[in-house]
């Protein structure tokens, strides 16, 4: 991956320097710099957007240089509640004083099951992770061990490990649309060639021939059933009915849709109940927790799997579970989610109109995105990274999206209105007089997660 160039890195803004020296400092300290990709200020405006924060509270958190912000990026999704939310927190404070983890087992890890399988259409059976990486290597080792089989068909982004990045050994451009463009595979076994294999989103028969040459090879196909459109009609009946008919298992991968779509994810919404869905991210509103649930013939078989670890059941993320799974319901968040992304889409159309600036708001309403309606992908970026830059400068942090939470209300959206009006203006001055780079105070952002779920 391409870093900023040194005279980039020389320049960032002074609101930001604090955060840039402490990412430099990172840069010597942590290979990459971050733990979380999606965290590298590269994805942002470098050197302006800021890195390190020191307190967060409801819908915004303040940077290591004093400056506040609105996230509109959710803690990477993993924030549904808002920050700090105070029915969470203490839940998970009266836990703490009661003991994170002993050597035997709580009550907790069933009463989450328990409410899990209320709330879940395929549950039946659960298993627990700290995160959607593992959680889905979990399920995919639970697919291989119940079928009796190798291979896994995916689509769309499933995390960091061997089973996923495997996808890359035979051709480097297998992994292009679902997560980085040129990913080397590096530290995973060669062995491993040929168990990945991706399909495109939204071609059901193109997954039917794939299922086709590998008839009777394949453990399971998982996916992202939808992450901010919705999926074209009938697709994901077919592609139920194609793994079905071949014997494989279906895996929803849930972790960035969450409890967004309604309380009991996505499977409601779009009507197709999988094999088995895998959860992160919002299902704790920010404290470590993920689970994998499934149908119990999918299920039982990983009693005799060796699949353990110490830390996948601490009362903390159980508790945090508990908790945000039940708020959500009790607050309704999906709706309210869902009717801030229509003010957010209707005020920013409305608001790049009065500019002439050639932006729409697309996407599902939970989670909508802005498209620069330009020829030029070159340009399209660029006035991407020009939002980003100039939205960051006027405290409000994001992508060129929205990932929305019960926390951010009636302010938050003013405060971004009048911020998009006066980033449209300068956009539409430099488009007149084509001086867009000009305007560009950083390196073009990266474009970490090109994936062809939408």
């Given at each position: 991956m391409n870093h900023p160039s040194p005279q980039a890195r020389a320049t960032f803004s002074p609101r930001v320097s604090r955060s840039m020296e402490l990412y430099q400092r990172a840069e010597e300290l942590i290979p990459g710099g971050t733990q979380l990709i999606s965290r590298r200020p590269t994805r942002f405006a470098y050197g302006v957007s800021p890195a390190f924060f020191t307190r967060?509270?409801?819908?915004?958190?303040?940077?290591?240089?004093?400056?506040?912000?609105?996230?509109?990026?959710?803690?990477?999704?993993?924030?549904?509640?808002?920050?700090?939310?105070p029915v969470v927190d203490e839940a998970v404070l009266r836990q703490v004083h009661n003991g994170v983890m002993t050597s035997i087992n709580h009550e907790l890890e069933l009463e989450l099951a328990e409410l899990l399988?209320?709330?879940?259409?395929?549950?039946?059976?659960?298993?627990?992770?700290?995160?959607?990486?593992?959680?889905?290597?979990?399920?995919?080792?639970?697919?291989?061990?119940?079928?009796?089989?190798?291979?896994?068909?995916?689509?769309?982004?499933?995390?960091?490990?061997?089973?996923?990045?495997?996808?890359?050994?035979?051709?480097?451009?297998?992994?292009?649309?679902?997560?980085?463009?040129?990913?080397?595979?590096?530290?995973?076994?060669?062995?491993?060639?040929?168990?990945?294999?991706?399909?495109?989103?939204?071609?059901?028969?193109?997954?039917?021939?794939?299922?086709?040459?590998?008839?009777?090879?394949?453990?399971?196909?998982?996916?992202?059933?939808?992450?901010?459109?919705?999926?074209?009609?009938?697709?994901?009946?077919?592609?139920?009915?194609?793994?079905q008919q071949h014997g494989a298992l279906l895996i929803f991968d849930e972790v960035s849709t969450g409890f967004r779509p309604s309380a009991g994810g996505v499977q409601p919404v779009v009507g197709v109940t999988p094999d088995m869905a895998v959860f992160a991210k919002s299902i704790s509103n920010g404290y470590p927790m993920g689970a994998v649930v499934g149908r119990r013939d999918a299920m039982e078989p990983a009693s005799r799997m060796f699949i353990s670890s110490t830390y996948w059941s601490d009362t903390i993320g159980l508790a945090a579970a508990i908790t945000t799974l039940k708020e959500v319901a009790a607050r309704d968040v999906p709706a309210y989610c869902r009717d801030l992304g229509k003010r957010l889409k209707s005020g920013i159309e409305k608001t790049a109109a009065a500019t002439g600036v050639p932006v729409s708001s697309v996407g599902v309403d939970y989670h909508p995105h802005l498209q620069f309606d330009v020829a030029d992908e070159s340009l399209k970026t660029k006035l991407a990274t020009l939002y980003i830059q100039e939205m960051a400068k006027?405290?409000?942090?994001?992508?060129?999206?929205?990932?929305?939470?019960?926390?951010?209300?009636d302010a938050e959206v003013e405060q971004t209105m009048q911020a998009a009006a006066e980033a449209f203006a300068l956009m539409a001055e430099g488009l007149d007089r084509g001086n867009i780079d000009e305007l560009l105070q950083c390196e073009l952002r990266q474009d970490a997660f090109r994936r062809l779920v939408r």
């Amino acid at each position: 991956m391409n870093h900023p160039s040194p005279q980039a890195r020389a320049t960032f803004s002074p609101r930001v320097s604090r955060s840039m020296e402490l990412y430099q400092r990172a840069e010597e300290l942590i290979p990459g710099g971050t733990q979380l990709i999606s965290r590298r200020p590269t994805r942002f405006a470098y050197g302006v957007s800021p890195a390190f924060f020191t307190r967060a509270k409801g819908a915004r958190f303040w940077d290591v240089d004093g400056n506040e912000y609105i996230d509109w990026v959710s803690g990477i999704g993993a924030i549904i509640l808002g920050y700090c939310d105070p029915v969470v927190d203490e839940a998970v404070l009266r836990q703490v004083h009661n003991g994170v983890m002993t050597s035997i087992n709580h009550e907790l890890e069933l009463e989450l099951a328990e409410l899990l399988i209320e709330t879940i259409p395929c549950a039946e059976m659960v298993r627990y992770a700290k995160g959607g990486g593992d959680a889905c290597a979990v399920a995919v080792r639970i697919a291989r061990g119940t079928t009796g089989r190798d291979k896994i068909l995916f689509c769309g982004y499933h995390g960091w490990h061997d089973w996923y990045l495997a996808a890359n050994l035979g051709a480097d451009s297998s992994l292009n649309e679902h997560l980085f463009s040129g990913i080397e595979p590096i530290g995973v076994p060669r062995a491993l060639e040929g168990t990945a294999i991706p399909f495109p989103y939204g071609d059901a028969d193109a997954l039917g021939e794939t299922l086709d040459a590998n008839r009777g090879e394949v453990a399971a196909v998982i996916m992202e059933p939808l992450r901010s459109a919705e999926p074209p009609e009938g697709y994901l009946k077919r592609v139920a009915d194609l793994a079905q008919q071949h014997g494989a298992l279906l895996i929803f991968d849930e972790v960035s849709t969450g409890f967004r779509p309604s309380a009991g994810g996505v499977q409601p919404v779009v009507g197709v109940t999988p094999d088995m869905a895998v959860f992160a991210k919002s299902i704790s509103n920010g404290y470590p927790m993920g689970a994998v649930v499934g149908r119990r013939d999918a299920m039982e078989p990983a009693s005799r799997m060796f699949i353990s670890s110490t830390y996948w059941s601490d009362t903390i993320g159980l508790a945090a579970a508990i908790t945000t799974l039940k708020e959500v319901a009790a607050r309704d968040v999906p709706a309210y989610c869902r009717d801030l992304g229509k003010r957010l889409k209707s005020g920013i159309e409305k608001t790049a109109a009065a500019t002439g600036v050639p932006v729409s708001s697309v996407g599902v309403d939970y989670h909508p995105h802005l498209q620069f309606d330009v020829a030029d992908e070159s340009l399209k970026t660029k006035l991407a990274t020009l939002y980003i830059q100039e939205m960051a400068k006027r405290g409000c942090h994001g992508y060129a999206s929205f990932y929305l939470n019960a926390a951010q209300g009636d302010a938050e959206v003013e405060q971004t209105m009048q911020a998009a009006a006066e980033a449209f203006a300068l956009m539409a001055e430099g488009l007149d007089r084509g001086n867009i780079d000009e305007l560009l105070q950083c390196e073009l952002r990266q474009d970490a997660f090109r994936r062809l779920v939408r």
